[in-house]
């Protein structure tokens, strides 16, 4: 009893080879899209490695890449075989490939599943590469001068006005930092060696944070420094003011950033599966249909399609069977091998 | 004496249109990139619309978007007219059309050349309405909390972090104007009553800058007060320091932005008038030719196309005379109420003007 069987007429099947050679030019495009956005996704992690620490696990866009070239193979060459297909002669050369041909595309199809589960599940890798990052990032702002990380306090600073955020958690991480070099520091006055003589490590820590916290959107012009003394400005409130600097950390932000990302790459990756087993079904009726020809001869006589030869727990017991005897064959052998030697 | 003539075949005719049809596709896709540039443009002086006085500039795009829609529906009707060319009863009911699309055509080209000149001559007004913006902008800064004016702060910080660029000719335009309102300013503070004493309208006035000019490329936290004084901060000297704030002007930062970008579309916008060009070219040769072929006794053999039928001065005169009867027609129908004896002469006069008038039709 086939699994699903449909009757083919002439018109019928030349309809089906049309619609599906259609859909497959339309994987090829979307096997293109998931290319260029594992690019996308590349470039986009590189350009904020620095925040990363350069740690940041490329694993993701990488197969991004490699899948979404596999897909442009695939279904262009499923699209060639349907366009084969009406045609006796050029189909039977494509004939005995095809089942070779379905088990790529059921292998295709685990791989694919595989990189979506990796676009959700990847997040979490990102959150912490993202929170060491940005704790050394900050650590390191004052150090200008050192090579190799002269440009964290400009990444840093763009960054967190580019995300509209402030420090890791929040503005308070700048408290806890010096993050003003000594070489702008005036060793001889006597505030700044309160200071340095005030916390256990000999460092310069203010209630200040850089520049590149403060918010455009407040109608007043940026504090930035003694946020938390009210009487060091007029009108100030530090527990009331909201708009004057970011409230949101920059771990938070950037996170937001990525997994919006990942979701929907991942979300495209899972509609491609479904257009890839609607592909799949289509060619094996397609095949099927134009193998079950009662007269070869004769194109316009009428055919059967069909999923499965037999029903779906004969065909799994067949194929389990299958597995078994290809065990036991090897066993027989060397039963055989034995008495010899 | 025809101009640039040429001999076509049936099958140069067929090429000719199979080639015309997909030239005036093409031409329809530049059509529609125009009309795209066209908006672009207009979405990014939208964008800005805060820190400009007029909106002359906005002419530009303007002609882009009405020139590339026209450029669309024009190329459209040359298409329709190839796919039509070759079938000898289709062809006639386009003949009236042909001369307009002809001067469409032209038309556009024109334009397309005035938005090119024009994007350079614009330049200085550009210039002045960033001028007057950017110094009304930097003067309401504090005002945040007058309806009207309550975002030009927020909209001059993005603006100085987003184009690198600090006031309007350079910094220093903040030294001028008070910045700060009035309701963060403690009036009892010696400090602020001094400087509110030292000039003649009492405004508040600072050696600093908002946060927005600080430059976040400078190696050291950012100075934004007191910049004059190098007492003020340590190891710090007014004259030779440059990367704490951006050196730039707005006004020259947004200037360079615009131009850059109406100079980068000049290169697309010549090379849609060079494909409008040799559609209008093509398709004149196309029509002599068709034209000439439903003429013979046999349509399949050669025909000659030409660009005019008789020479560019002829062709000229011709016109010229045209017009004048035309003009003439319209005196002698208002002299003719008023004299009755001059009623016989005025009738052959007419006459000529008709003849006249029905003999160029063949050229067109």
Request: charged residues 20%; glycine residues 6%; aromatic residues 10%.
């Amino acid at each position: 009893m086939p699994f699903m069987p449909v009757k083919f007429t002439l018109q019928k099947r030349v309809k089906l080879a049309q619609g599906l050679w259609m859909l497959y030019w339309l994987s090829v495009i979307v096997g293109i899209l998931i290319f260029s956005l594992g690019i996308f996704f590349k470039i986009e992690l590189r350009k904020r490695s620095e925040m990363m620490d350069n740690n940041e696990n490329h694993l993701v866009p990488n197969l991004l890449m490699l899948v979404g070239a596999l897909a442009c193979g695939i279904n262009a060459f499923g699209g060639k075989v349907c366009h084969d297909s009406l045609d006796p002669n050029k189909f039977s050369k494509w004939k005995p490939m095809l089942k070779m041909f379905l088990l790529l595309c059921c292998g295709f199809n685990v791989l694919l599943l595989l990189v979506a589960l990796l676009c959700f599940l990847m997040q979490f890798a990102v959150y912490l590469t993202l929170a060491e990052g940005l704790k050394n990032g900050i650590k390191f702002y004052k150090d200008t001068d050192t090579p190799g990380r002269c440009f964290m306090k400009r990444t840093l600073d763009m960054t967190q006005i580019e995300f509209r955020c402030c420090g890791n958690n929040n503005f308070r991480d700048w408290f806890e930092v010096q993050w003003i070099s000594n070489r702008y520091l005036d060793m001889s006055n006597d505030v700044v060696k309160d200071r340095v003589l005030s916390n256990v490590e000999g460092k310069y820590l203010m209630d200040s944070v850089p520049f590149s916290c403060c918010n455009p959107g407040s109608p007043r012009p940026c504090i930035q420094h003694h946020l938390t003394n009210n009487s060091a400005h007029y009108d100030y409130d530090h527990r009331t003011e909201e708009l004057n600097i970011w409230v949101r950390g920059c771990r938070e932000a950037l996170f937001s950033y990525y997994s919006s990302m990942m979701n929907s790459i991942g979300a495209l990756v899972i509609l491609t599966i479904v257009l890839e087993s609607v592909d799949m079904a289509g060619l094996k009726y397609l095949c099927t249909a134009l193998e079950t020809m009662a007269d070869p001869e004769n194109p316009e006589c009428e055919s059967e399609g069909w999923l499965l030869e037999k029903g779906v727990k004969e065909t799994f017991a067949d194929v389990l069977s299958k597995v078994k005897t290809m065990g036991k064959t090897n066993q027989v052998e060397e039963g055989g091998d034995a008495p010899e030697a | 004496m025809a101009l640039l003539k040429m001999k076509f075949t049936q099958q140069r005719r067929v090429r000719l249109a199979q080639g015309l049809w997909l030239l005036s596709w093409l031409a329809v896709m530049c059509g529609a990139f125009i009309f795209c540039l066209g908006v672009y443009l207009k979405t990014e002086l939208l964008r800005r619309d805060e820190v400009m006085d007029n909106t002359e500039i906005h002419v530009v795009p303007n002609i882009l978007m009405m020139v590339g829609l026209a450029s669309i529906g024009t190329n459209w009707v040359a298409s329709r007219v190839c796919q039509d060319s070759l079938d000898a009863s289709r062809f006639p009911r386009w003949k009236v059309l042909l001369l307009a699309w002809f001067a469409v055509a032209a038309l556009l080209c024109c334009l397309l050349i005035a938005v090119v000149v024009l994007s350079y001559a614009l330049q200085g007004r550009l210039e002045e309405s960033l001028k007057v913006g950017l110094r009304n902008g930097i003067r309401f800064y504090k005002d945040t909390d007058v309806p009207g004016r309550c975002f030009q702060k927020e909209t001059i910080d993005h603006l100085q972090m987003e184009f690198r660029c600090c006031g309007n000719n350079n910094f220093k335009d903040w030294f001028e104007v008070q910045w700060v309102s009035n309701r963060y300013l403690d009036f009892t503070s010696k400090d602020v009553k001094d400087r509110i004493r030292s000039n003649v309208d009492g405004r508040f006035l600072l050696d600093g800058v908002p946060f927005s000019c600080c430059n976040p490329a400078s190696p050291r936290p950012c100075l934004q007060y007191h910049l004059t004084d190098n007492r003020a901060h340590y190891n710090y000297e007014y004259q030779s320091e440059e990367l704490n704030l951006y050196s730039r002007g707005c006004r020259q930062a947004l200037i360079d932005y615009y131009m850059d970008l109406m100079n980068s579309t000049g290169p697309g916008v010549l090379s849609v008038i060079l494909i409008q060009m040799s559609v209008l070219l093509s398709l004149r040769y196309l029509q002599t030719a068709v034209e000439g072929a439903m003429a013979l006794e046999n349509p399949e053999g050669e025909s000659e196309g030409y660009l005019l039928e008789k020479g560019v001065k002829q062709t000229f005169e011709d016109c010229k005379a045209k017009v004048l009867d035309m003009l003439k027609f319209a005196q002698v129908d208002a002299a003719d109420a008023e004299v009755s004896p001059g009623a016989a002469d005025a009738e052959k006069t007419v006459d000529n003007t008709t003849e006249k008038a029905a003999s160029p039709t063949p050229a067109s």
